[in-house]
């Protein structure tokens, strides 16, 4: 789950963080509140979405009044920001974030992030900030700085002075970027997050560090535990398939193809779409409706992928572990009575009451076409999408 950029810098203060003085607004005129509120002379009017490439996109607008902070917000409110990130139908603008302008003498980069391949809090550094960091990696990967933090040790003092040296830092800004890792990384560990990015972190003109962005990503199997954290989701920024298959406790992620996939387990979910490739296919979704499934949730599973109008034929790939497949069977025929189908519907049914599986759907009169394995079912889904 993203958070906004105000609401992660609101994590951030109290954190310990610095950060620019700054508050969100909905209106230009709850926006010209907030710049007379800060003070200063020019203000920063930033679009918030769940995207980067906000700049490029016309997302940030620099202010030198209170009137223009009113009208830059007035233009962006109320839109849609189309950015590098956010695919072609851009996302909506509901609230910006209004900050006063700090005088930048450097543009560092800041994150931290559970590195699954280690087991470990891995730290990430580059005085390349301000610039996208993939950028960065794929062109001068050597100007990426990096530590590995053990759980049981934490962050050392070291660790905090050789990214600082590294980054071109000395005196007091050494102690301040240990503070800020150390900060970092608390929050990370007692939010359960997954990621904290700070593009760029600023050496001001009196030599102070200051996050000037702030980027969150927290896990979504942890949110149970931080109802304050989960109470930030925005769904206006999410897609409202993904999130509609969220309150079914489906896990499901829109992709650009024909193909729509039904499939029980992230592994098998994965190797279908890997299949359907090799043949030729696109897939229009990753759809996992989990080991321990029931007809109904395979039935709301089925309406969510024939939802998406660029499906044209949906290959149902179950393997019956803890699930049985007569459910699955009973799932896709319910499924495809109420909703109504226009397109082939591919079904290959393998483990547990398998047999019976494919009986039901024989029996059902429904137009299906069975699978014998998973070679096979992609190779028709493909056929019938084509």
């Known amino acids: 789950m993203n958070l906004h950029e105000y609401q992660a810098k609101q994590l951030f ?66 839109t849609r920001l189309v950015t590098p990130q956010s695919g072609g139908a851009g996302l909506p603008v509901e609230v910006v974030l209004v900050e006063a302008v700090r005088p930048i003498a450097r ?6 992030l559970v590195d699954r391949g280690s087991a470990r809090v891995r730290f990430m550094a580059s005085a390349a900030g301000g610039m996208d960091i993939e950028d960065v990696a794929a062109t001068s990967p050597e100007r990426i700085l990096t530590c590995l ?9 070291y660790q905090a002075r050789e990214l600082a040296f590294g980054l071109g830092l000395a005196g007091d800004q050494v102690k301040a970027l240990h503070g800020i890792m150390a900060a970092m990384l608390r929050l990370l560990l007692d939010k359960d997050l997954g990621q904290i990015e700070i593009n760029p972190l600023i050496v001001t003109g009196d030599g102070d560090l200051l996050a000037l962005d702030a980027k969150i990503n927290a896990d979504d199997n942890a949110l149970y535990a931080h109802p304050d954290i989960a109470a930030l989701r925005d769904e206006a920024q999410e897609d409202p398939t993904e999130t509609a298959a969220r309150a079914h406790d489906l ?31 696109e897939p229009a979704n990753f759809l996992d409706v989990g080991g321990g499934t029931t007809a109904a949730k395979v039935a709301e599973a089925f309406k969510l992928i024939l939802a998406d109008g660029k499906v044209r034929a949906v290959l149902v790939n179950i393997f019956g572990g803890i699930v049985r497949c007569n459910l699955i069977a009973e799932g896709v025929i319910a499924a495809v009575k109420e909703v109504g189908v226009r397109v082939s519907v591919v079904v290959r049914l393998e483990g547990t009451n398998a047999e019976e599986g494919r009986h039901l759907l024989e029996a059902s009169g429904l137009a ?11 190779r028709k889904a493909v056929e019938a999408a084509q």
Do not use: F
């Not at 679009?47 to 233009?75: F, M, N, W």
């Not at 543009?107 to 931290?112: D, K």
């Open 13 to 78: 203060r109290a954190s310990g963080i610095a950060i620019p003085d700054g508050q969100p607004a909905r209106s230009g005129e709850e926006a010209a509140a907030v710049a007379r509120q800060i003070g200063g002379l020019r203000w920063v009017v930033k679009a918030q979405v769940h995207s980067g490439g906000r700049g490029k996109a016309g997302g940030v607008i620099l202010a030198d009044s209170p009137a223009e902070v009113a009208a830059a917000t007035d233009r962006l409110v109320g």
């Open 107 to 112: 543009e560092l980069y800041l994150s931290c």
């Open 149 to 157: 933090i053990h759980p049981a040790a934490g962050l050392q003092g």
């Open 251 to 281: 896990s499901y992620v829109t992709l650009n193809g024909t193909i729509g996939c039904m499939v029980n387990g992230a592994g098998l979910a994965m190797a279908t779409l890997d299949v359907i490739k090799l043949h030729g296919g």
């Open 368 to 378: 299906l076409i069975a699978a014998s394995d998973l070679d096979d079912a992609a």
